[in-house]
């Protein structure tokens, strides 16, 4: 019979298939158990679903603190009873609580490019978890190169890590950082994650591994989550994060993506409250830092994406549900609605983002 408190009894959600989820056992709830028990407590359990969670919808996501119960330490089993309010959620990957994200790119092979650079950057600034900037293959580039960009960076408003996997260089920095967070891998194809990953989480953790098969090549064409233990505490996720580097956002979301631009914006405002930087009198943010002509090549994206929206909202206000004889639904066009088309205004920044857009999706496609 056993003692154990059951609201003692937490974990962190590790991994998800079909209806059963592996959940590591917080260290406390370890210890706690270990106190009431004369079995070995498994470090991780594996869970099913209680039916009242089903029934109110409650999902649970890879990164859930969860609370489980009526543990089978033998069984090395349990059921989730709660889950515990996210402090984050991530779509894609769907992972719930990260703290970070870990960017990767390399300094050559590929060349780092600043507009893909920056590309990945807004999108993870859209994600609203801190960034961690791991600049990987300092082994191809001088010294004096590595301090140029350090350099430039600052002035963008990171603090990268030059590291090179080969060399074994800049890692403890990079272990440092991931130390207690839980953190999501992010980046071009070919920088190096893999490498990186598998330095990080030596071969005798990938134990968990054994859910989804080893981690390395395939585990893109899996598509399948999971939270891996970092030797000195914390969690990364395996999948790497946003593949696709479209920014999805609006002009207003988009400004505060651009460390600069926000610190301008703390530091003084432009006279009209709406205003886009671009050739507003007055402004305060337009000027001669580095990124303000990707930020204007961006805000045309996302001045498209907003345009989007707004007809996506239009059709809705525009077509009305009809409910067929048999109950079946169709929308058709409301009718004496205006119809108005926006002329299309292809500038030849766009045309420039459009090639780079195809440079990277060329890039971003795995090999599955
Ligand atoms: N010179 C150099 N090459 C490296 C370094 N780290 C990784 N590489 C090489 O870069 C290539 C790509 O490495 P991966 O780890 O597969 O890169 P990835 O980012 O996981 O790539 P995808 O799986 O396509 O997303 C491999 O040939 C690695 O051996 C490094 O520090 N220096
Ligand atoms: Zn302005």
Not at 132 to 137: A, D, G, P, V
Not at 239 to 262: A, K
Not at 271 to 283: A, I, M, T
Request: hydrophobic share 35%; proline share 5%.
């Amino acid at each position: 019979m056993l003692n154990v408190d059951p609201s003692s009894l937490t974990g962190t959600v590790l991994a998800v298939q079909a209806n059963y989820y592996w959940v590591k056992l917080h260290d406390s709830a370890v210890e706690v158990a270990s106190q009431d028990s004369q079995s070995i407590i498994p470090a991780t359990l594996l869970c099913t679903r209680r039916t009242r969670l089903k029934k109110v919808g409650q999902q649970v996501m890879v990164g859930d603190r969860v609370r489980v119960e009526e543990p089978d330490w033998a069984g090395e089993r349990g059921a989730i009873a709660q889950v515990f309010p996210r402090q984050t959620e991530l779509d894609r990957p769907p992972i719930a609580n990260a703290d970070q994200l870990l960017l990767v790119f390399a300094l050559e092979e590929p060349t780092l490019d600043p507009i893909q650079l920056s590309r990945f950057l807004v999108k993870a600034e859209s994600t609203g978890l801190s960034i961690c900037l791991c600049l990987n293959k300092a082994d191809l580039v001088t010294k004096e190169t590595q301090s140029e960009w350090g350099d430039r960076l600052q002035e963008w408003g990171y603090d990268p890590e030059f590291i090179s996997v080969y060399e074994q260089v800049g890692l403890e920095a990079v272990q440092a950082r991931l130390q207690n967070q839980i953190t999501v891998v992010s980046g071009p194809s070919g920088v190096g994650k893999s490498s990186l990953i598998n330095h990080l989480i030596p071969a005798a953790e990938m134990r968990v591994g054994a859910v989804s098969g080893k981690l390395g090549r395939g585990r893109h064409t899996t598509r399948h989550v999971e939270l891996f233990e970092l030797p000195q505490g914390g969690l990364l996720a395996d999948t790497p994060g946003f593949n696709q580097p479209d920014l999805d956002c609006t002009p207003e979301e988009l400004m505060s993506y651009f460390p600069e631009v926000r610190q301008r914006l703390a530091e003084d405002s432009c006279q009209f409250s709406d205003c886009l930087h671009r050739d507003e009198p007055n402004c305060a943010v337009r000027g001669d830092w580095e990124r303000y002509d990707y930020y204007l090549m961006f805000l045309e994206e996302a001045i498209h994406y907003q345009e989007s929206l707004e007809q996506m909202r239009d059709a809705e206000s525009t077509t009305k549900v009809k409910v067929g004889e048999a109950g079946q639904r169709h929308t058709e066009p409301k009718l004496e609605t205006k119809k108005y088309r926006r002329p299309s205004r292809r500038s030849q920044k766009q045309e420039l983002q459009d090639w780079y857009q195809q440079d990277i999706d060329e890039l971003m496609t795995d090999e599955d």
